[in-house]
Nanobody, 123 residues
């Protein structure tokens, strides 16, 4: 069973930066894809970024140029570097994973989810 644990959330002023981490354990196969999602109160879950087993990435338009998804395969850790944060980035951020070769940000493609880490951007 794949387990995911996020960390790195917090409260920052607009324009600030945070780096989220997601440590994965329990992988049975090497080929897997991962992603970051977020959900603010009263809104639907939103895709933020995805990365495939080869390291190719894709981003939501709302975060392009500000956020960077990356991974350390040796440490089984996924990262999300978030710069130039805006109040509208405030949300619970979740990492997700599944086996295979997809490059996807469709939440229905992910079976494994973390518990989330809160990001708050305000003065």
């Amino acid at each position: 069973q794949v387990q995911l644990m996020e960390s790195g959330g917090g409260s920052v002023p607009p324009g600030g930066s945070l780096r989220l981490s997601c440590v994965a354990s329990g992988y049975t196969y090497d080929a897997h894809y991962m992603g970051w999602f977020r959900q603010a109160p009263g809104t639907e879950r939103e895709a933020v970024a995805g990365i495939d087993t080869y390291g190719s990435t894709r981003y939501a338009d709302s975060v392009k140029g500000r956020f960077t998804i990356s991974k350390d395969a040796a440490e089984n850790t996924l990262y999300l570097q978030m710069n130039s944060l805006k109040p509208e980035d405030t949300a619970m951020y979740y990492c997700a994973a599944d086996y295979g070769f997809k490059l996807t940000m469709n939440p229905s493609h992910f079976r494994y989810w973390g518990q989330g880490t809160q990001v708050t951007v305000s003065l």
